[in-house]
C-alpha cells in the first residue's frame, strides 16, 4: 500500500480542518500510519508460517490457522484507515467543488483573485459545514466499528500463547503456538489506544463546531432582534415629529 499517497491527499485537507482536526491528522499518520508499517508489519511478519501445531496431518495446520486468525491484524488496521479516512476525502472534494465554482465564475467575468482564491482558507460554514459534520459523526461510527470488530473477531485483545484446535481434517485436540504473543498484544492494545484517542478528538471536534454554530446563530439571532427593535424606535420617531410647539400626527393636527 501507497501510504504516502494518502498522506498527500489527506494534507490537503489538513489546510482547512480546525486545531482539532489538524492534531487528529497527526495522530493518524505519526502514531498509527508510521506505526504500522515500520514496526508492527515486522512484527507480525508471516504469521502464518511462525504458527506451530503439534502434528504431521496434512491441512491441520492451515485450517487451525484461519479457524483463530479469518484475517490478518495488519490487514485489518489497514482496511480501518482506509475506512476512517474516507470521510475526510469527502470534505477535500467539497472544497474542491467550491473553487471550481469560483474559478467557472471568474471565466464568465467575475472580479475575482485566483492567487489569493489558491491559498485562501475555506470557513466551514454552510453547506461544508454539513460535509464537514457528517465525516466526523462517520469516522467516529467505523473507529467504534472496528474495536468492536477487533474485539469479535479475535475474542478479546490479548494474544493468547496457546491455542487449541478440534476442526477437521486435524486428528484430535491440537496444540498451536503463537509467536512473540506479548509482543503482539502490546501492539494491539496500543493501536486500540490510538484509535481510542482518534476517536475522542473526533467527538470532541464535532461537539466544538456544533457549540460554535449554535453560538453563531444565538448571535445572529440577537442582532436581527436588536435591528428590528431600532427599526420600530427609528418608525416611531418619524411618526411623532415636534416642531415649533405643533406635533404631527398621521391623522390629527394638534396646535400647542
Known amino acids: ?30 502514531f498509527r500510519v508510521m506505526i504500522l508499517v515500520v514496526a508492527a508489519e515486522t512484527v507480525w511478519g ?22 483463530y486468525f479469518p484475517i490478518s491484524h495488519i490487514r485489518l488496521w489497514a482496511l480501518q484507515l482506509i475506512f476512517v479516512s474516507t470521510p475526510a476525502l469527502l470534505v477535500a472534494m ?25 491559498s485562501q482558507k475555506v470557513h466551514i460554514e454552510g453547506p461544508l459545514w454539513w460535509t464537514y459534520t457528517s465525516s466526523l ?30 476442526d477437521f481434517p486435524c486428528p484430535n485436540t491440537v496444540d498451536c503456538f503463537i509467536s512473540r504473543p ?21 467527538v470532541l471536534e ?21 435591528s428590528k427593535s431600532s427599526n420600530k424606535r427609528s418608525s416611531c420617531t418619524k411618526r411623532f415629529v415636534p416642531w415649533r410647539g405643533i406635533q404631527v400626527n398621521p391623522s390629527t393636527i394638534m396646535i400647542l
Open 1 to 30: 500500500m501507497n501510504w504516502g499517497t494518502l498522506q498527500a491527499i489527506l494534507g490537503g485537507v489538513n489546510k482547512h480542518s480546525t486545531s482539532i482536526g489538524k492534531i487528529w491528522l497527526t495522530v493518524l499518520f505519526i
Open 46 to 67: 508471516d504469521e502464518q508460517q511462525d504458527f506451530t501445531c503439534n502434528t504431521l496431518q496434512p491441512g491441520c495446520k492451515n485450517v487451525c490457522y484461519d479457524a
Open 94 to 118: 467539497h472544497v474542491a467543488y467550491r473553487r471550481h465554482e469560483k474559478k467557472r465564475k471568474f471565466r464568465h467575468g467575475e472580479k475575482i483573485d485566483i492567487e489569493n482564491l489558491k
Open 137 to 166: 459523526f462517520f469516522r467516529i461510527i467505523f473507529e467504534s466499528s472496528f474495536m468492536y470488530l477487533f474485539y469479535f473477531v479475535y475474542e478479546g485483545y490479548q494474544m493468547p500463547r496457546l491455542v487449541k484446535c478440534t
Open 182 to 202: 506479548t509482543e503482539k498484544t502490546v501492539f494491539t492494545i496500543f493501536m486500540l489506544a490510538v484509535s481510542g484517542v482518534c476517536m475522542l478528538l473526533n
Open 206 to 226: 464535532l461537539s466544538y463546531l456544533m457549540l460554535k454554530s449554535c453560538i453563531r446563530k444565538a448571535s445572529s439571532f440577537s442582532v436581527c432582534k436588536r
